[in-house]
């Protein structure tokens, strides 16, 4: 059982965490001060440490390094004691036995660092193990510039012996590289080590600027996962070392590793500026739900349009003049890398309002097929009358008309050339004369509707609300959905386009059809929020960030999901999900 | 053999599974060798008890070690150097022997007075040199002044000693003790049998008039560099208060193909001490009652005992040096940089946390 450790915050598989000692620490952190080793076995038998808790103790162990066979992991596996102090274990990466114990630290770490392939495989089989709310340690390995990988994958704590080692060999490290010292005309850095000459830096104060470089890193590391950014970082940062960026490519093949850590909404912006991003969890869901769950309900022609750089794309100028020109009569789908293509009723939702790609104009080949794989799933799972393509040369038009010579539709091209441009609207509007208008309800239900589908699953948003008559309130898009009685069911949340629910709405959610997300409570009332140890069992679909209901035999409320729902079911620290109401049964 | 102690090794679990992977590992290698050719032979100097002898040394093909057939030590490759299918005949045996000779004499202007010979086991196990093979060599080399024979302890016999000492000759028995820790020998080198059965040969050959060369190893698999070392120097200390061992060879361990080291190894899950290492165990006990040698195998490769790759054959230098005068002082005289580094793998490097440095 967990007892002093506790993630506050996720980032995708990387945490925010406290390990809670007297003083306590946030991790992910260097842990050579609070770390005290019980002793290898291997050596001779140990005695029990008394512990403290000003320490984290190292429990004797019998050290696995890599390359041990499995034949010897298992005759010499570390068997469980009873630590009542905080007590980390070490374990091989091959062969992880959940201990009981507050933080795990890997023997083999050295033997995987340095690969791509057996960092993932090594955290994978690690995380599956062990329960998720333990910490995980990787002693003697880390420095500037993996340390943010290791991060990214997973790891909560770290030492700087590495860093150390490496100073006293006049290794100069730093985040985006290893140099010996002798090569070095200055000093690349601003710790206090570094303020000196050159020629009077020695290698003594060559392991002081490594250390400081070392925590100064996970200084920005923690500020990342905080900020929710730490993958943006990766993204740039990773390409200094080409193993670094084969382990978190390799980590985007393990998508499900991700996928559940990874926050269904997030405030704030995602860069979206090199080629892996289109292999980021947030843009393959979304591509994912667009295609698998959402579906359009209005009758009128499609009209695809090119994204904007100015998010929501209805307050960027040129989608005011399509707007202008549509009035109402097409449904408009707006095509973009990295995310796909965007039905106008999900503009909001994360991450649609939220990325931010670098605009050249230059499309690669693999952002294109990206899109028209999307666009090609859009229009098999959604039927249109017609298909207007307002889109201008430059990738759009290529995408479309890839698509286009596979598709049944006649696609209309009504750009010129430039979609703003006068006779591009003009077309545009002579494509669509003689359509009907759609009114204000219309359009409101059926965004609420495409948001509970995008949110909740497939269909969710008429067996939400198709068979009662909702209405909706409050000023677009800040929209409320009521049922015929004036009830509120839901607000939509328009920083991020997802719908919030009351507890009526949780009510008519759960005798619904719609898939629910479901964290089941002991008999408490819980108010703000549910605590881990008080989850008797969760949802295996749920998701950081995911609208729950809360239910057990004294409450029944609705909140919003702090972890995913195999950590609430494994967890015994932690908040599991915020409450935001509640009522007593 | 002694059996291994029950709290580890219900079933003989930690021995079982060592015993398996090192069988598994050693299957791997397919080359034969001559049994009419001995393994190695080669003339050096050697520091005894009675002063410096020029030495000859004969690594003897025997068959191999019975014990490593059932799997054997986690660092010894010899074993993969052995014949095919175990036994090796009188005959083939004294061909060996007489290409020693010849070795020796294209070697040396006049023969060597300290002769060696190991088997990478035991010579004295009659099952690897029958008694009639081990009296025939005792005959050839009954004229020089000594001798060192390998064995287990439990093959040390009286009768076997005198086969030696009759013919005037000073007797060594080379017993592969490793570690006097019995934990270390068992879990981590999985050589089964215990310090009380080396006291008990270091007894039995002091009857018979012999004395005892223990060959420890420094750095077996699953240590840390400290912890290697602080092994060595307590080995050390403990085998010379062993009455009748009279000369402690400590040897770094150098990582041989077809073994469970090698396997470490390649993961990135071993490193073969440094020879800062080798030169502080022998400073660190330079006051005990015995002599200390060592002689670093493939010192200065990735594979040996090695520093930073400057220094290695400065330091490799010192620690003959040292094995001829016992003089400790020879190490003042080698410094590098990367004894700073050295220094904070002593104190930083930890079994989960290893290697540290390269």
Known sequence: MTEYFEVLNRDGAARLGELRLDEPLVTPALLDDVLVDGGSLWTADQPLPEGDTDQLTVLPHRSLPAGTREEVREAFATEAVDAEFPAAAVVSSRSPDDLGVDAYILSDASGFVGHGE???????????????????????????????????????????????????????????????????????????????????????????????????????????????????????????????????????????????????????????????????????????????????????????????????????????????????????????????????????????????????????????????????????????????????????????????????????????????????LGNLAAALEGELKYGKRERQHNTVKAIADYQFGPDAGDALFGDIEIRTTGRYPKLQVRDGDGEQLATMVPQYGMLAMTLNGADRWVDSHAPTKVVEIDGFVPHGSVLAPGVVDASESIRPGDEVVIRGPKAFGIGRAEMSGPEMAESTRGVASTVRHVRER | MSKPSPEVYEEGRGMDAHNTVMREIRGLKEKQYDPHEPTRVWVDEDNTPDGVYESLTIILNTGGCRWARAGGCTMCGYVAESVEGGTVEHEALMDQIDACLDHEAANTDEPADLIKIYTSGSFLDEREVPAETRRAIAETFGDRERIVLESLPDFVDHEKLTDFTDHGLAVDVAVGLETATDRIRHDCVNKYFDFADFEDACATAKEAGAGVKAYLLMKPPFLSEREARDDMIESIRRCAAVE??????????????????????????????????????????????????????????????????????????????????????????????CERTWDLVIHEETSYAMPLAR
Request: hydrophobic share 35%.
């Open chain 1, 118 to 424: 057996g960092l993932k495989y090594a955290v994978i089989r690690v995380k599956q193990a062990l329960p998720a709310d333990t910490a995980l340690v990787l002693s003697g390995v880390a420095t500037p510039l993996n340390v943010a990988t290791l991060v990214y994958a997973g790891v909560d704590g770290v030492d700087a012996k590495l860093a150390k080692v490496k100073g006293s060999q006049g290794k100069y490290l730093t985040s985006d590289d290893e140099a010996f010292l002798e090569d070095l005309d200055e000093l690349p850095c601003a710790c206090s080590a570094c303020q000196q000459p050159r020629e009077e830096f020695t290698r003594e104060d060559c392991i002081d600027h490594n250390v400081a470089a070392l925590r100064a890193e996970l200084r920005r590391v923690r500020e990342r996962i905080r900020a929710g950014r730490l993958r943006d970082y990766i993204e740039g940062q990773a390409r200094h070392d080409n193993w670094l960026t084969a382990a978190f490519r390799e980590f985007d093949s393990q998508y499900s590793y991700l996928e559940t850590r990874t926050p269904v909404v997030r405030n704030n912006e995602l860069a979206a500026a090199t080629s892996d991003s289109l292999r980021r969890v947030e843009i393959q869901r979304f591509a994912d739900r667009v295609t698998s769950r959402y579906r359009n309900r209005f009758d009128n022609p499609l009209v695809l349009v090119p994204c904007s750089a100015r998010k929501p794309y209805s307050d960027s100028q040129s989608h005011g003049q399509f707007h202008d020109v549509i009035a109402y009569r097409g449904h408009t789908v707006s095509m973009t890398s990295p995310i796909g293509v965007v039905p106008q009723e999900l503009e909001l939702t994360y991450p649609a309002q939220h990325y931010d790609s670098v605009v050249t104009g230059r499309w690669s080949e693999d952002e294109k097929e990206f899109v028209a794989a999307v666009l090609r799933r859009y229009l098999d799972r959604n039927d249109y009358s017609r298909v207007i393509a307002h889109v201008p040369e430059h990738g759009y038009r290529d995408i479309v008309e890839r698509v286009d010579a596979d598709s049944a539709l006649d696609f209309e091209y009504t750009v010129e050339d430039h979609p703003t441009d006068t006779d591009s």
């Open chain 2, 244 to 337: 009748g061992c009279h000369t402690v060879s400590m040897n770094p361990c150098n990582v041989q193909q077809y073994t469970m080291v090698n396997e470490l190894f390649r993961e990135g899950g071993y490193r073969p001490p440094w020879l800062w290492s080798v030169a502080d165990v022998l400073e660190r006990t330079a006051d005990v009652e015995a002599i200390v040698v060592s002689d670093p195998v493939g010192h200065g490769s990735d594979r040996g005992a090695h520093n930073c790759g400057e220094c290695d054959d400065r330091v490799q230098k010192a620690i003959k040096d040292f094995d001829l005068r016992q003089d400790e002082s020879v190490f003042e005289q080698v410094s590098c940089d």
